[in-house]
């Protein structure tokens, strides 16, 4: 039942492409799958204790997207996060953002 809940909006997420709407959560979720192993959501650890990285978890959507936008363009100069935001559509970061804002969350908890 959640599950075709989830699929639902997955699909009403792809019908509303390419017009960049509101932050799908359940999309971000998806999309943010890489940026756990640096950011450690949902536990604001990091795999490498060592190598810093800004906490996201909570962070307001307009402040996430609009630091992803200034690493694609390259605004905001950092290899790593460059080559993150670099492939992704103003429609990704949205969706990334409106995951990230209701973070931490536990992975199992769906
Ligand atoms: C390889 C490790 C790594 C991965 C993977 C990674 N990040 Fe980052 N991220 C960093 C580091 C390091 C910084 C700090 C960069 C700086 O100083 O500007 C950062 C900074 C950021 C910032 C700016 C935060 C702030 O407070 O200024 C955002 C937003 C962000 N990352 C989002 C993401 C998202 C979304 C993903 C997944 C698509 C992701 N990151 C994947 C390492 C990573």
New binding site residues.
């Given amino acids: 039942m959640k599950l075709a809940r989830r699929g639902i909006v997955a699909l009403a997420a792809l019908l509303s492409l390419p017009a960049a709407a509101a932050g799908d959560p359940a999309a971000g979720r998806d999309?943010?799958?890489?940026?756990?192993?640096?950011?450690g959501i949902p536990f604001y650890t990091n795999a490498y204790p060592t190598?810093?990285?800004?906490?996201?978890g909570g962070?307001q959507p307009a402040?996430?997207v609009a630091?992803?936008k200034a690493?694609r363009s390259g605004d905001?100069?950092?290899p790593?996060?460059h080559?993150?935001?670099a492939s992704?559509t103003d429609q990704?970061?949205e969706d990334?953002?409106a995951f990230?804002t209701q973070a931490p969350r536990h992975p199992a908890d769906k």
Avoid: E
């Fill in positions: 999309k943010a799958d890489t940026c756990v192993g640096c950011h190598y810093r990285v800004p906490k996201l962070q402040y996430i630091a992803l690493y905001r100069a950092h790593t996060m080559a993150q935001a992704m990704d970061m990334i953002a990230l």
